[in-house]
């Protein structure tokens, strides 16, 4: 691990005033029995609830948030007639927000080590839940826990993988992950999550700065591939089991619209050049839920993945 992103991430721990883990207690979950490798789940650092989530987030109008810049990304969606967007410059610090859309509860993830942001609904198997930080990892991503049965979820896999709810998926939402000028374009009467979160964050501060630019991470993951440089960015969508990655720079050589079939459907994405953000649809137009990410995160979590290249 480089000393910058140690020294990143002993700032976090600082601020939010936690104490390193004890592996052993695994910040007091049961691992026994777990459906991912007991051995590679790792103490990030912080403890259960040292990265608070935000489970009263409170939002602004798009011509309110000044603090946002164009090319700031957001994790943004629209659902029940409402926009939102979720600026990275706050999820870096609190990787869950529980939130409403109307009467429905949607729950937006975001992991600053993969670079994956996710949404899904809130009502899983029956149960309305909500969603902490654990303070634990697998292949670098976080592990979430439901604070009604404590059982953790993987975020990349969308699935507990520990406790009462031990392998059910979340019903996952599609997010669009893009720049504010892009979505604020699409949607000028967005809803904005506001930096008055109650809680004492610098969140003009990125405590991962330059961490997408190295080829090194900082916890270990299953398995690695060097086809790619490790941070860069991919679309990853999965569709009845099979895998497939679509990497920016690969996408950006060609006209920005790319039509495919995975598991025998049709699929098309969209790619922009000015956003460098990429979605993806059914044939009918419904946009999925692909997750945009590190090209080491989907490949540790996929490694069978197969991959777009531009022809």
């Known amino acids: 691990m480089k000393k910058l992103y140690s020294a990143a991430y002993a700032i976090i ?35 259960k609830d040292g990265i608070p989530s ?24 629209k659902r029940n007639g409402i926009a939102k967007a979720y600026p990275l410059r706050i999820l870096n610090w609190h990787e869950i927000v529980n939130d409403r859309f109307g009467d429905e509860g949607v729950i937006i993830t975001y992991c ?3 670079g994956s942001g996710t949404a899904s609904e809130a009502k899983v198997a029956g149960k309305f839940l909500q969603f902490g930080v654990s303070g634990l ?3 670098s991503d976080v592990l979430m826990y439901d604070r009604q049965t404590q059982s953790l979820w993987s975020q990349i896999l969308s699935q507990a993988v520990t406790g009462p709810m031990k392998g059910t998926l979340l019903p996952a939402v599609a997010v669009t992950h893009t ?11 967005t809803l904005v999550l506001d930096t008055n979160t109650g809680f004492n964050r610098n969140y003009q501060a990125n405590p ?3 961490y997408e630019r190295e080829s090194s991470i900082m916890f270990p993951v299953r398995f690695r591939s060097e086809g790619y440089h490790p941070k860069e960015q991919v679309l990853g969508l999965v569709l009845d089991g099979e895998a497939k990655a679509f990497p920016f720079v690969e996408l950006a050589k ?5 039509s495919d079939v995975l598991a025998g459907k049709n699929i098309r994405v969209r790619y922009s050049h000015n956003y460098k953000s990429a979605e993806v649809f059914d044939a009918e ?27």
């Not at 601020?15 to 103490?43: K, Q, R, Y």
């Not at 720049?179 to 000028?188: F, G, I, K, L, S």
């Not at 060609?254 to 790319?258: A, N, P, T, Y």
């Open 54 to 77: 935000l489970d009263h987030p409170k939002f602004v109008k798009a011509t309110q948030a000044h603090f946002l810049r164009d090319e700031d990304q957001v994790l943004a969606l």
């Open 112 to 114: 600053p080590l993969c």
């Open 208 to 210: 991962y700065d330059g």
């Open 254 to 258: 060609g006209s920005g619209e790319v």
């Open 285 to 311: 137009g419904n946009a999925l839920p692909g997750i945009t990410l590190f090209w080491f995160a989907w490949y540790a979590f996929h490694p069978q993945t197969d991959i777009y290249r531009a022809k």
């Open 13 to 47: 721990i600082l601020l939010i005033g936690s104490t390193v883990a004890n592996a052993a207690s695994m910040n007091g979950f049961v691992l026994d029995g777990a459906l991912i490798p007991e051995a590679e789940i790792f103490s990030g650092g912080p403890p």
């Open 137 to 139: 990892l697998y292949n």
């Open 179 to 189: 720049t504010w000028a892009d979505w604020r374009n699409r949607y000028p009467d």
